[in-house]
C-alpha cells in the first residue's frame, strides 16, 4: 500500500497544508497559472491515491508539467525580485 493511502497517517495532512500555501502564494502572483497546476496536480493525486493499482504514467507525466511550471516561476525575474526584497 502506498505510504499516503495509509489510515492515521500524518503525510497527507502536512501535503495539505504545503499545498494551501503554495497554492496561496502562487494565486496572488500568477493568478494565470494557478489553474493549470491545480489540474496537474489533481491529475497526479487521482492517479497516485485513487487508482488501484497506481497510474504511474499519469502521476509522472503531471508531476514533470508541474515541476516544469514551477521552474518557470522559480525563473521568472519578477519572483526572484520579490525573494530578494523578502530577504533583505
Not at 493499482?53 to 514551477?70: G, H, K, Y
Amino acid at each position: 500500500m502506498h505510504p499516503l493511502k495509509r489510515t492515521g497517517s500524518r503525510r497527507p495532512l502536512l501535503l495539505v497544508v504545503l499545498v494551501a500555501l503554495t497554492d496561496a502564494l502562487i494565486a496572488a502572483l500568477y493568478p494565470e497559472r494557478c489553474t493549470a497546476l491545480d489540474l496537474e496536480a489533481g491529475r497526479a493525486e487521482v492517479a497516485l491515491l485513487y487508482q488501484d493499482p497506481e497510474d504511474i504514467d499519469t502521476a509522472r507525466s503531471a508531476l514533470q508539467a508541474l515541476s516544469e511550471d514551477l521552474s518557470e516561476i522559480a525563473l521568472d525575474p519578477a519572483t526572484r525580485m520579490r525573494d530578494e526584497e523578502e530577504g533583505e
